[in-house]
């Protein structure tokens, strides 16, 4: 997954951003950086 906003991604700005979006992505398999850190290790 491509990260945005530096450090972030698409999801953990949309939780911050508290808004659908986040619930979304969610569905669709979006993780936030501490999930993806998490897999990969």
Known sequence: MRRMGGDQTPLDLAIQQKNET????RKHGGKTKKEL???VN
């Open 22 to 25: 986040a619930e979304l992505l």
């Open 37 to 39: 850190e998490t897999t």
